[in-house]
């Protein structure tokens, strides 16, 4: 039964069908296949149920306040102020792409939104000042996934609706992490500009008077982190309510800056609606996936096998972030969350560690996947930005980030604390 739903699943893969139309043709093959009842009658009610989840309204309001801040001009003006606070660092600009992706992430909730962004404003500056290109490149493509962990984050909601996990305690979990992520992406730049002082480009000198002056541009996305996250922990909205006050803040900051039209607000609008299709397509297929191997049975032989094996808690850990980094590497990162964790996770659970550690690690191994070939989407967004050349520079580029994900993997297994010191607090 299982080797049947993998043959399934590549063919599906190899065929290059979209991720939602594979994962609900598997669901009615296996259903078809190992099932005496119709299954395929029950598909619109799952349908509906998963779509009625009144968390995953966030997800539209997050995808709507990434492109209002794109749109509006917000991230340009955001990453030309940090232009001028970051340049004495070996590396430039490069710090000020995973600085600026940083900062973004704090209000997106999107990895690919917050690359294409940042991407948008930032590939201009490689000739002008001499980087070298595939590194430059690979800062945006790794700086950008740090829009799932940062919170608010989408795949945090995912993951919080798959598992019936607190969303806010999930947020905190991811907050520090996130920083650490960001501090070590511009530790690797830092050591390669430091053994190729060429590779950093020219500096960018500013004056301290020019600096206080762009300080302005940064407090829109403080705003906006501050009426998200902030709205939450004071107990005064829900995270999908959060999520609007954050569209609200966006817009205000739009219509302040004289940036507001109604051509800025159709795009966003179109934009919103194609990112948030693709995401509940996804979400509706594999839910429906999900229902047919557990009434199947599939779901619990998959159990029963891992038991099988009687891994020990570390040796089981270790096993599943090589099975995510290998499937990261054939698989869109989403519909991977989707389709897997159901079945990994009450596993994971069973044997002693914590849903909300779990879900910060599935999260760095969601960022993992998002760079690495030849699937990872954050490489096709930055190359498709740049319209010329390889992408095997952007591959080249984003490596050392994805050696670097591995090395924050092995620091929040080590000190878990990282990631659950911020819930706990809170809960106290």
């Not at 801040?69 to 970051?86: F, K, Q, T």
């Not at 900051?253 to 507001?260: F, Q, S």
Request: hydrophobic share 55%.
């Amino acid at each position: 039964m299982l080797g049947t739903t993998l043959l399934i699943l590549i063919g599906l893969l190899a065929l290059a069908v979209p991720v939602a139309a594979g994962l609900g043709m598997l669901g009615l093959a296996l259903g078809a296949i190992y099932s005496k009842l119709p299954l395929s009658l029950a598909m619109g009610e799952i349908s509906w149920a998963t779509s009625n989840n009144f968390l995953l309204v966030a997800i539209p309001f997050f995808v709507l306040l990434g492109e209002i801040l794109l749109r509006s001009g917000i991230a340009e003006r955001m990453y030309n102020s940090l232009v001028l606070w970051v340049p004495w660092l070996p590396g430039g600009l490069m710090h000020t792409n995973i600085a600026t992706c940083a900062m973004f992430a704090a209000t997106s909730g999107s990895s690919v939104a917050t690359a294409a962004t940042i991407g948008t404003v930032a590939l201009g500056e490689i000739r002008k000042h001499g980087y070298y290109e595939p590194l430059f490149l690979g800062t945006i493509a790794a700086g950008g996934t740090l829009g799932i962990l940062i919170p608010p984050s989408i795949n945090m909601i995912v993951y919080g609706v798959l598992t019936d996990s607190s969303i806010p305690k999930l947020y905190l979990a991811g907050f520090i992490p996130g920083i650490v992520l960001a501090s070590l992406f511009s530790l690797t730049v830092l050591i390669f500009c430091i053994v190729r002082p060429k590779w950093g480009g020219k500096r960018t000198p500013a004056s301290c008077g020019q600096r206080v002056r762009a300080l302005p541009d940064l407090i829109p996305p403080l705003v906006i982190f501050i009426a998200v996250l902030g709205s939450i922990y004071l107990g005064w909205a829900t995270a999908t309510e959060s999520a609007a006050l954050g569209v609200i803040a966006a817009l205000g900051i739009a219509a302040c800056r004289r940036a507001l039209s109604v051509k800025m607000l159709l795009h966003a609008f179109e934009g919103t609606m194609r990112t948030t299709a693709m995401i509940m397509a996804i979400l509706i297929a594999a839910h429906c996936l999900n229902f047919v191997m557990g009434l199947i049975g599939l779901l619990a032989k998959v159990n029963d096998l891992v038991m099988g094996l009687r891994l020990t808690p570390t040796q089981l850990l270790f096993a599943v972030i090589v099975f995510y980094v290998i499937l990261g590497m054939v698989m869109e990162t989403l519909s991977m969350m989707v389709a897997t964790v159901p079945i990994i996770a009450p596993i994971m659970f069973k044997a002693g560690y914590d849903p909300i550690w779990f879900g910060v690690l599935i999260v760095i191994l969601m960022e993992t996947a998002m760079i690495t070939p030849p699937v990872g989407i954050n490489l096709y967004v930055v190359q498709g930005l740049r319209e010329r050349g390889r992408i095997n520079d952007v591959i080249i580029g984003a490596s050392p980030f994805v050696l670097t994900m591995f090395a924050m993997l092995a620091i929040i297994s080590i000190w878990p604390n990282i990631a659950l010191w911020l819930p706990k607090m809170a809960a106290n």
